[in-house]
């Protein structure tokens, strides 16, 4: 199925991995612990954040829902976009087209 879009992939990765890093306790989707990445240097977390980005994205292709940290990544196909959700409020919209 994958996830369609008419947007350049590193422009959309750029978004999204912003988007992730946002969502408190987005690391626990690498099974990382908060002492694990409190020590992290900042570039280091930044590579980790936009690898969960690229294994979202081509998730999102097979499940169109995936929970990450406290969050929540939707891909909707209809309107093209991927939502990120914390509670009950989306947080980021991202457009693929």
Not at 29 to 49: G, S, T
């Amino acid at each position: 199925m994958g996830v369609r879009h008419a947007r350049e992939y590193a422009d959309i990765l750029k978004d999204l991995t912003a988007a992730v890093g946002n969502i408190e306790g987005s690391y626990t989707f690498f099974e990382m612990e908060e002492d694990e990445w409190v020590v992290l240097p900042e570039e280091d977390r930044h590579e980790v954040m936009e690898a969960l980005a690229d294994d979202v994205f081509f998730g999102l292709g097979e499940d169109p829902v995936i929970a990450v940290g406290n969050g929540t990544i939707t891909y909707n196909s209809k309107h093209h976009i991927i939502e990120v959700s914390q509670g009950d409020k989306v947080t980021q919209m991202i457009r693929l087209i």
